[in-house]
């Protein structure tokens, strides 16, 4: 059975409904066949292969990319911004007004060169950690509190050479290791939104 949250004004009216059973997830990347299988575009492999399980077409829209997807009961909502990754958070602000979700169902995949390749770690908060898209996005919804699923992509560049890094593709010994942690990776964002962000942690971060 669909939830609905009403939230009224002091008149008794109406002002917006919210679906207590629909989740936003953002996959983080750069549209154009120039980026496809680059570091910086593990959140597109994570919901392109999320949507591909449920055999969901992407759709051009405002802003994004977008399909759904329905998890025991649950919709969920995945985008890829075509925004580029340093304004993520034009996307990301538009669809949670547009789909009437709040930010506790929100969650935001994104690449991160902390974490060795294919570790795989939830957070319900945090800093942006100088990444531009999650900068963005804090910059859009004038906070950091919105969960993220981190995907690891090492750091194994020479001083200077981030960007270059980010924006190249994983090599083939990468991808092996990675491959099966892009299937982990949904099983986590499953279980964000059916299970929730503390057991979802507690369960599979690495």
């Known amino acids: 059975m669909n939830l609905l949250k009403w939230l009224f004004r002091r008149d008794n009216h109406v002002e917006t409904v919210v679906d207590d059973m629909k989740y ?9 066949t120039e980026y496809e299988g680059t570091r910086h575009n593990s959140g597109f492999m994570v919901v392109d292969r999320l949507a591909k399980k449920s055999d969901a077409p992407w759709t051009l829209e405002r802003h994004a990319y977008r399909t759904e997807v329905r998890i025991k009961g649950r919709t969920l909502v995945l985008i890829k911004p075509t925004t580029y990754m340093n304004l993520s958070g034009k996307a990301v602000k538009y669809w949670l007004q547009a789909e009437k979700v709040t930010q506790e169902r929100l969650l935001v995949v994104v690449d991160d060169i902390a974490l060795p ?3 795989l770690r939830m957070k319900k908060q945090g800093s942006a950690g100088g990444h531009n ?5 804090e910059e859009m919804l004038g906070n950091s509190n919105y969960c993220r699923l981190r995907v690891g992509v090492g750091d194994n560049f020479s001083r200077g050479k981030q960007i270059d890094y980010v924006l190249g593709h994983f090599t083939a010994d990468e991808m092996a290791v990675l491959d099966p942690k892009i299937d982990r990776a949904v099983e986590m964002v499953e279980s964000f939104a059916t299970m929730g962000p503390d057991r979802t942690m507690n369960m599979f971060n690495e």
Request: hydrophobic fraction near 45%; charged fraction near 0%; avoid cysteine.
């Open 24 to 32: 936003i997830i953002v996959g983080l990347g750069n549209v154009g």
């Open 117 to 119: 390749v294919g570790t």
């Open 133 to 137: 898209g999650l900068g963005n996005i």
